[in-house]
């Protein structure tokens, strides 16, 4: 089973963009779907993107729909969420997820079985 290791977060001004990173050492993503969710304070851990790599199909919350995109390298070992456009509602900690989940559950938690720690993104003035 891969582990997963994100990175990339950071402080962030109003307007900018970071780009986050999910490894995944010693494994690839070939076989699994990923996703990325995030958790701000005291709410709930929500969904914000996910790709089906076998079937190149990718989905967004729409809170993020045309300002964040998910992508992979070549050797798909590297999954990237680039976020443009930031605003203090994306403040939280991301977090990159793989999975098999079907169509009805990949924008769930619990379409994905592979978790990493966390990084955290702020995006303050």
């Known amino acids: 089973q891969v582990q997963l290791v994100e990175s990339g977060g950071g402080l962030v001004l109003p307007g900018g963009s970071l780009r986050l990173s999910c490894s995944a050492p010693?494994?690839?993503?070939?076989?699994?779907?990923t996703g990325w969710f995030r958790q701000a304070p005291g709410k709930e851990r929500e969904f914000v993107a996910a790709?089906?790599?076998?079937?190149?199909?990718?989905y967004y919350a729409d809170a993020v729909k045309g300002r964040f995109s998910i992508s992979r390298d070549r050797a798909n070992s590297v999954v990237f969420l680039q976020m443009n456009g930031l605003n203090p509602e994306d403040t939280a900690v991301y977090y990159c997820?793989?999975?098999?989940?079907?169509?009805?559950?990949?924008?769930?938690?619990?379409?994905?079985?592979?978790w990493g720690q966390g990084t955290q993104v702020t995006v303050s003035s």
């Open positions: 790709a089906r790599w076998s079937l190149g199909t990718t």
């Open positions: 997820a793989a999975g098999r989940p079907i169509r009805s559950t990949i924008e769930t938690t619990g379409g994905y079985t592979i």
């Open positions: 010693g494994g690839t993503f070939s076989s699994y779907s």
